[in-house]
C-alpha cells in the first residue's frame, strides 16, 4: 500500500518499494543504490555474495514495469567505489537500462564522484548539480539552504539512508523509512538498495517518518501529515 503525500501542488507516491512516484510529472525517484558494494568488499578480501546486485536490479525492474514512468531520477551512489565498476556490474546496469523504456538520469552522489568520467559514458545523464523538477529541487545529498525563490516547496534528497527503531519492552526493530523534515522542506527517500546500512533519524516536533514494512508504507502516528 502507497502512502500519498501533498506538498504543495506537489502529489506525491510514496511507495513500499522504497521509491517515489510523482504521478502528474511520470517520474520515478530512487536513491543510494550502491551497485557493487559486494564487489568492493570483495576487492579487500571479504567474501559477500554478487547476487545482491541483480536483486537490487531486478526489484527496480519490475518496478519501473509496474509504473511505468517516463523518466527514472536516481539521486545519487547509483554504484558503490571504483572497485564496483567490474565487467559484470556495468553489464547488469546496461542490460538493465536496455530493459526500460524511461529515460534516466543519474544525480552524481558522494559514492558516483570518483567514478563521474565512467558514468558520464553510460547511456544515461548525469547530473553533477541538483535538478529543478518544477517547484522540486533533487539532490543528492540534503541542500543546506532554501533557494530564494517562491514557487520552491521541497529538496528532496537521499544519503542518509534514513531508518528508524521501534522498540518494545523486549525487542527492537529498524525499518527503512521516509524522512520529512518539514522546517527544512526535505524529504530524504530510504535507501533502495539492498545491501545498505541506515541511520536512525530523530523524531520531533515538524519531522515526520513513514516506515516501509511488509509491502506498505505507515506514518508512525496517525497525527503526522
Not at 146 to 175: E, M, W
Not at 192 to 213: C, K, M
Amino acid at each position: 500500500m502507497i502512502h500519498i503525500l501533498q506538498v504543495g501542488t506537489q502529489t506525491l507516491h510514496l511507495l513500499p518499494d522504497k521509491a517515489i512516484y510523482i504521478p502528474d510529472l511520470g517520474c520515478l525517484l530512487v536513491a543510494d543504490v550502491h551497485l557493487g558494494k559486494a564487489e568492493t568488499f570483495q576487492a579487500f578480501g571479504v567474501p559477500i555474495a554478487s547476487q545482491v546486485n541483480q536483486t537490487t536490479l531486478n526489484r527496480l525492474l519490475a518496478l519501473c514495469q509496474q509504473v511505468r514512468p517516463q523518466q527514472l531520477l536516481i539521486l545519487g551512489d547509483l554504484f558503490h567505489a571504483p572497485q564496483a565498476l567490474t565487467a559484470e556490474v556495468l553489464q547488469a546496469w546496461a542490460d538493465f537500462l536496455a530493459a526500460i523504456a524511461a529515460q534516466t538520469t543519474l544525480i552524481v552522489g558522494n559514492h558516483d564522484r570518483p567514478l563521474t568520467q565512467a558514468l558520464c559514458q553510460l547511456p544515461m545523464t548525469c547530473q553533477t548539480e541538483a535538478l529543478r523538477l518544477g517547484s522540486l529541487r533533487l539532490s543528492h545529498e540534503p541542500e543546506t539552504a532554501q533557494p530564494a525563490d517562491a514557487s520552491f516547496c521541497l529538496n528532496i534528497c537521499g544519503h542518509t539512508h534514513p531508518v528508524v527503531r521501534l522498540k518494545s519492552r523486549l525487542d527492537s526493530l529498524r525499518l527503512p523509512c521516509f524522512y520529512l523534515d518539514s522546517q527544512q522542506k526535505q524529504l530524504t527517500l530510504p535507501a533502495f538498495g539492498e545491501f545498505t546500512g541506515g541511520y536512525e533519524v530523530p523524531l520531533s516536533r515538524g519531522t515526520a517518518a513513514y516506515v516501509v514494512a511488509e509491502n506498505t508504507v505507515v506514518a508512525l502516528d496517525p497525527a503526522l501529515p
